[in-house]
């Protein structure tokens, strides 16, 4: 049977995994400004982003995994909020940087596109094969209409995208 993801952060999993190079070459691409991290796990995107001076808010369905971002970093507004729900509301034109990391959610990504300002980035990573995965060039064509600052298909699609 598998482990739910509380049990899997419970038993240590996850725990000192690095930020994706993908999110420290994003942060390096404009001024800190407010962030959100969807679907953090553990945070380790949250985390950096907070040291880099973004003012971070970083949502998991996971309380496991909110209390242990919590314990590690107060700056960060970490919250427990089930987005398939509709738990988290991604506030139009609210966030210089948006993150999504290996969590597909298609109904995420018009929110996504809305809440960024003029100027902000998208940076995320999505499966190609598997389960919950896209198809090749699928994150592509949702950024179409924006500036592609990065791009590449291997395992994941993984973006960078300049609204």
């Not at 049990?7 to 942060?27: D, F, I, K, S, T």
């Not at 040291?51 to 996971?62: C, K, P, R």
């Not at 003029?118 to 950024?143: A, K, N, Y």
Request: with cysteine.
């Amino acid at each position: 049977m598998p482990r739910t993801w509380d049990e899997r952060y419970l038993a240590g999993e996850g725990l000192g995994a690095e930020p994706a190079p993908l999110v420290v070459h994003a942060a390096g691409l404009c001024s800190p400004g407010r962030a959100v991290d969807l679907a953090c796990g553990l945070g380790r995107h949250a985390i950096l982003l907070s040291a880099l001076g973004w003012q971070v808010t970083a949502v998991d369905a996971s309380p496991v995994a909110i209390a242990a971002l919590r314990s590690r970093n107060q700056k960060i507004d970490a919250r427990v909020a089930d987005l398939e729900r509709g738990e988290f509301v991604i506030e139009p034109a609210a966030w210089d940087l948006i993150c999504d990391f290996n969590y597909l959610q298609r109904d995420l990504f018009s929110p996504i596109c809305a809440g960024i300002r003029p100027g902000g980035l998208f940076v995320g990573s999505f499966r190609l094969t598997g389960r919950f995965c896209v198809r090749p060039g699928e994150i592509r064509e949702m950024f179409s209409h924006w500036e592609i600052l990065q791009y590449s298909e291997t395992w994941a699609a993984e973006i960078i995208a300049r609204k």
